[in-house]
């Protein structure tokens, strides 16, 4: 996406400091109990990443003022006046008993679990201890650095992710993702897509997931499957994944053209997405950080502007939530959601 991908590339650099408004809250090493947020009437601006839970509230996720709880009622804003140790949220997950986890990977790394009533920073151990089991749950670590975070239920641990073959670049980790076997699959910055099976680490870096563009490396911000089990990486090419098994060739993929730009044109800015997400209809929906939605049914693309005073917007990420409505993330506009003609700006 050229210059507007390095437009995020300036932003996602700054560092979004943040200050601790003391409140008389109980403290016990890496934990604060009896937390109790504030009540607020709308979202911050800054609402970069979205999570529904098994209950069906939803959080929000700010770079500025931390996190939003919404339950159909109250909009409740917790932030480090309230005990987490950033107001910066780059993740939000969960795990089967329904305790919420907060991941800020700047300027520094924490991850915060969260019961309803406790925030608890989870202290990590360094041990390299790579497993891949069900109930695991993987955390992106600070920028700039080659490790991730598994936890499973007990400990955090932190995890070197080896470098490709024959490349020796440092890299960071973008994304993470979890396909429907199971894998789980890292995207980079800038030296392409590793899928972790259990038992071994293969790479994919081919020229779109590694290239530089208007002396930037874009990276895998994205990772998602469509309905035919194919993988996309955030660029104009789709990737078919095969086991070692079922495919005898050096690689484990073959690559293919898809639909490239998505205006169409063959000399095109829109032929990389920041957030792609397949809805229950199993279409594909592509943000573009200035260039609005993309919706890509198979066939045929349809264009969803997001503006403000007619004004395109920048849009960071896209979510699709327990009932299959589609959320948007935005750098200065809070959240959107889409009525199934249009997005519209989330309004408590």
Partial sequence: MGIKLNILVVFSALVLMTSCNGQTIKQQGNTVENVRGDIVSKLGKSIMVIHQDINNVYWFGSWETGVYKYDGKDLINYSTKHGLPNNRIDEIKEDESGNIYFTSCHPTS????????????????????????STDIWFKHAYRNEKVYR???????????????NLSNPFEIYSIYEDRKGNIWFGTNPVGVCRYNGKSFDWITEEDVTEFRNEGANGVRSIAE???????????NRYSIYDSTTFKSNKFYVRHQSIGGLDRKKESDLDEYLSIVRDNNENLWFVTYLDGIWKYDGTNITHYPVENNSKQIPI????????????????????????GTTFEKFVK
């Fill in 110 to 133: 924490t991850v915060v679990k969260f019961d309803g009533n406790t925030f608890t920073t989870l202290s990590p151990t360094s041990n390299n201890d790579w497993q891949l089991n």
């Fill in 226 to 236: 469509d309905k035919n089990g194919d993988f996309w990486f955030n660029t104009e």
């Fill in 316 to 339: 960071f990420t896209i979510y699709k939530d327990n009932f299959g409505d589609l959320w948007l993330g935005t750098h200065e506009n809070g959240a959107f959601k889409f009525n």
């Fill in 151 to 165: 936890y499973d239920g007990s400990n955090l641990y932190e995890l070197q992710l080896p470098k490709p073959p």
